[in-house]
């Protein structure tokens, strides 16, 4: 069935350095990727999503890139902040309508180091 | 900007109870979806809903819950008998019915916490 992989589950970095998470996903018809961004006890928020048109995207310090041949895509943030701290999750759609539903991964727990 | 809205923030029930969760989705969307989320867990599907009817629903969604349009702004999830599994954090969410648009909104949740 529809899986989303994600990797790593924490990750800790240094204030100023740069963070990467990547997710893996198993139906090849899915063509939206959203990554959302969840601070404790809040709803996920959409920070930045990419089609399958789309090789990469990037908005001011975020970043994401997707292989549609690998079925991999990435989030990359850099010049990492405190307030980047939180839960950041990848998310992808099965593809056969947009509006189907969304398949989430497992999550990764993103620590800024001051 | 228009938000989706959802009520209580917080639900308190005994094993065995019903409970409704409601939703306001944003007003001209067409599209209304239920999530889970157990607590240190990642976000799960539960329902799709267009049109008065389910479009799609999850292995979660069981025959104790149901989902309802009960008037033009108003989406409720019903459990009718609630586990202590069932304690999670509720999201409700709503995209427009635009071709090619696949962004979802998410309301702000629902704890419900079965006792």
């Known amino acids: 069935g529809e899986n989303v992989e994600q990797h790593p589950s924490t990750l800790s970095v240094q204030e100023g350095d740069s963070a990467v998470i990547k997710c893996t996903y198993s139906?090849?018809?899915?063509?939206?990727f959203p990554w959302y961004k969840q601070e404790l006890g809040k709803r996920p928020q959409l920070i930045i999503d990419i089609r399958s048109n789309v090789g990469e995207k990037k908005d001011q310090r975020i970043a994401v890139t997707l292989n549609k041949t690998a079925k991999h895509f990435s989030l990359h943030i850099t010049e990492t902040q405190p307030e980047d701290s939180a839960v950041y999750f990848c998310?992808?759609?099965?593809?056969?309508?947009?509006?189907?539903?969304?398949?989430f991964g497992s999550g990764t727990r993103l620590s800024i180091r001051p | 900007e228009p938000e989706v809205t959802q009520t209580p923030s917080h639900q308190v029930t005994q094993m065995g109870q019903e409970v409704i969760l409601r939703c306001v989705p944003i007003s001209n969307h067409l599209y209304f979806y239920w999530y889970r989320q157990i607590l240190g867990q990642k976000v799960e599907f539960l329902v799709s809903f267009y049109n008065n009817e389910i479009s799609e629903k999850s292995e979660i969604f069981d025959d104790q819950f149901s989902v309802e349009r009960p008037d033009g702004s108003n989406f409720t999830l019903k459990i009718r008998s609630t586990k202590l599994e069932d304690s999670a954090m509720y999201f409700c969410?709503?995209?427009?019915?635009?071709?090619?648009?696949?962004?979802?909104?998410f309301g702000p949740g629902t704890r419900l916490t079965v006792t």
């Open positions: 998310a992808a759609n099965p593809g056969y309508s947009s509006a189907s539903k969304i398949i």
């Open positions: 969410a709503s995209s427009p019915r635009v071709p090619g648009y696949y962004e979802q909104y």
């Open positions: 139906d090849s018809a899915s063509n939206y």
